[in-house]
């Protein structure tokens, strides 16, 4: 990137954002790798989600009990959806009560699902009030609908820690920020012009994940505008940690180990790609406090129906919060070389 000599802080933050978008999409191994990174992770756990969930599977045939005043609506939405029904020989158990749905699928022989879930959700059932579990007390769940706010999660992480952090310390490592240090560029006007371009690439992939949950049937319309700003308040936060942790490194490599590390940790701590039902208790308190885990949980509430430890309002404040905290640390640590310290 050459040295920035402008009038105006504006006019040197619009030199500098197309310098950057240039930059970005000349780098076509730091592209591929966000691209490569967030398409290979959906389609590894829609793999798995067919191999465990319903590559196999029989078809559901349902016994329904519960309130005498809902079984009959349930066992309607199950007729309507081509659900055979059974009052013995069944492969899954289905009792309501109340606003809550719980379905239990045999061990032995599990079926497909994901039907009855989404019959009972034709039936006014909440997916957040439906719980569906095997004989053995086992929770079951969608991994590709459990985990899209993860995806959501690693694909800003990929933006923001490999096509932000990696980059920024790789030009302090070549020297190239000493030389705009000699220039009167003020330092949070070239932090901020970095932002663009990485901003549409976020939010191209927040679109995808709402597309796709469209598509899919996990996500209406209404619940779209909450979505897009657990999203955006994410992105942002994933952001202020990125200008944090390339703030003064000049290490590139270290730099490229926190961005591979960080998202296996956030993948491990949040969705269900790893069974949580293994961990100690207390580690998963631990988990569910991490700022990661914030966005996970706010952006779940919508995709998938779940229960957060606060309010999602909460949630986002809690967010945009730590956005600033962190960004006016990043600006105020910030070195255009590590001599300066």
Request: proline share 4%.
């Amino acid at each position: 990137m050459s040295t920035v000599q402008s009038d105006t802080p504006r006019s040197a933050f619009v030199e500098l954002s197309s310098a950057s978008a240039k930059e970005l999409v000349r780098n076509k191994k730091g592209s591929f790798s966000i691209l490569f990174m967030v398409g290979f992770l959906f389609l590894l756990i829609v793999g798995i989600n067919q191999a465990v969930n319903v590559a196999g599977r029989p078809a559901p045939v349902v016994s329904v009990s519960g309130d005498a005043s809902s079984v009959s609506s349930v066992e309607a939405a199950f007729d309507d959806a081509g659900i055979a029904l059974a009052t013995a020989g069944s492969n899954a158990t289905v009792t309501v009560q109340g606003e809550s749905a719980m379905v239990v699928v045999d061990t032995a022989d599990p079926p497909y699902w994901f039907g009855i879930v989404d019959a009972l959700e034709g039936a006014g059932v909440s997916s957040s009030k439906i719980s569906v579990v095997d004989d053995t007390g086992f929770v079951q769940s969608d991994l590709v609908r459990a985990n899209l706010a993860t995806i959501a999660a690693l694909g800003f992480m990929a933006i923001t820690f490999m096509g932000t952090a990696v980059p920024l310390v790789a030009m302090r490592e070549r020297g190239t920020l000493r030389l705009l240090g000699t220039t009167p560029l003020r330092k949070l006007t070239f932090i901020a012009a970095q932002t663009p371009v990485r901003a549409a690439a976020g939010l191209i992939v927040a679109a995808v994940v709402v597309v796709v949950s469209i598509v899919m049937g996990y996500l209406d319309f209404g619940g779209v505008l909450s979505l897009l700003v657990s999203f955006v308040l994410g992105l942002a936060m994933f952001f202020s940690f990125a200008y944090l942790l390339a703030s003064r490194s000049r290490n590139t490599e270290f730099i490229n180990s926190i961005a591979v590390i960080v998202p296996i940790v956030v993948m491990f701590a949040s969705g269900d790609v790893f069974p949580k039902q293994i961990l100690p208790d207390w580690i998963e308190v631990i988990l569910q406090w991490l700022p990661s885990s914030w966005f996970v949980q706010a952006a779940s509430a919508d995709l998938v129906g779940s229960a957060t430890v606060l309010p999602v309002p909460i949630l986002w404040l809690m967010m945009a919060g730590c956005t600033v905290a962190m960004s006016l640390l990043a600006a105020r640590l910030f070195v255009w070389d590590d001599r300066e310290r």
